[in-house]
């Protein structure tokens, strides 16, 4: 028999997670050795760091798709005030 302590699966918080992968990024400490501390297995603290660099890609790519969201919106209502002035201006033309 092993004298090794057998990790259990319990759920895990969200801040949990990304205190073990932040200090996984950092690589102060082996994986092995934040997974003893954390009592968790190394494969999942590599996978939760795989996971956090993921998630940064995403951060920085939705900033760019808001700014173009921002855009459209601004467009559609530039259109619709350059619609709304094209038909007062015709309706004023027939009127005189």
Do not use: C, D
Request: net charge positive; hydrophobic share 35%.
């Amino acid at each position: 028999m092993s004298n090794q302590k057998t990790i259990s699966r319990t759920p895990r918080s969200a801040e949990f997670k990304a205190k073990v992968a932040l200090e996984a990024y950092r690589g102060n400490k082996t994986v092995n050795e934040i997974a003893l501390a954390y009592q968790v297995h190394p494969g999942q603290v590599a996978q939760w760091k795989a996971r956090l660099l993921e998630g940064v890609k995403e951060i920085f790519s939705q900033g760019n798709q808001t700014r173009e969201k921002q855009k459209m919106v601004e467009e559609e209502a530039l259109y619709e005030q350059i619609g709304r002035l094209t038909y007062e201006n015709a309706w004023l033309k027939k009127k005189l």
